[in-house]
């Protein structure tokens, strides 16, 4: 599962789907997030925690193991993360998260998606910095965190 506004995170979610031959599905946020009003609502929205209306197709109930990714707004979980991770029951799940971000905020950020999602089991993290992601050969680290989940 990924959610992703400039692409990042979803080239990353589709390198760990291939890599594992697993399905793949985007969280939708049906708020506008593109453009230089909606960036800035989107940075407040996201501070103030709020939820927002999303969509998704895939059931989580029919996975073993959820791989969920998105980046990171105003150092907070993203409004379609937290409203996604508040929507479905991923009790008993195998779980593990990814996060392209512009800092390190994701270091911050792996722990609080696992007090949201407590009754999971946590199988892994993988963090990057987007200069690194566009930049830089990360595939090492990508294969590594997959290794995890396997
Ligand atoms: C409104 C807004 C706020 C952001 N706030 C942060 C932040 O607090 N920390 C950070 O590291 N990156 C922040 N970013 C940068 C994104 O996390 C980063 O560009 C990410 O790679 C975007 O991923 P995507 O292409 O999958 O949407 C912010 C981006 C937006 C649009």
């Known amino acids: 599962m990924y959610y992703s ?3 990042n995170n979803r080239t990353i979610a589709k390198a760990i789907a291939e890599k594992l031959s697993a399905d793949i599905d985007e969280i939708v946020d049906k708020k506008n997030r593109q453009g230089k009003l909606n960036w800035l609502l989107a940075g407040r929205d996201s501070r103030a925690k709020k939820l927002t209306e999303i969509e998704y197709q895939k ?3 029919d996975y073993d193991t959820i791989i969920i ?8 979980p993203i409004p379609p993360l937290r409203t996604y991770l508040q929507k479905v029951d991923l ?13 390190e905020a994701y270091i911050n950020m792996f722990p609080q998606l696992a007090e949201m999602t407590p009754e999971s089991e946590h199988v892994g993290n993988f963090g990057i910095q987007e200069h690194r992601f566009l930049s830089e050969d990360y595939s090492a680290e990508l294969d590594e965190f997959i290794e995890k989940i396997k």
């Open 5 to 7: 506004r400039t692409g």
């Open 69 to 76: 990714g998105a980046p990171i707004w105003a150092w907070n």
């Open 91 to 103: 009790s008993g799940k195998r779980v593990a998260f990814f996060i392209c971000s512009k800092s």
């Open 59 to 61: 059931n989580p109930q």
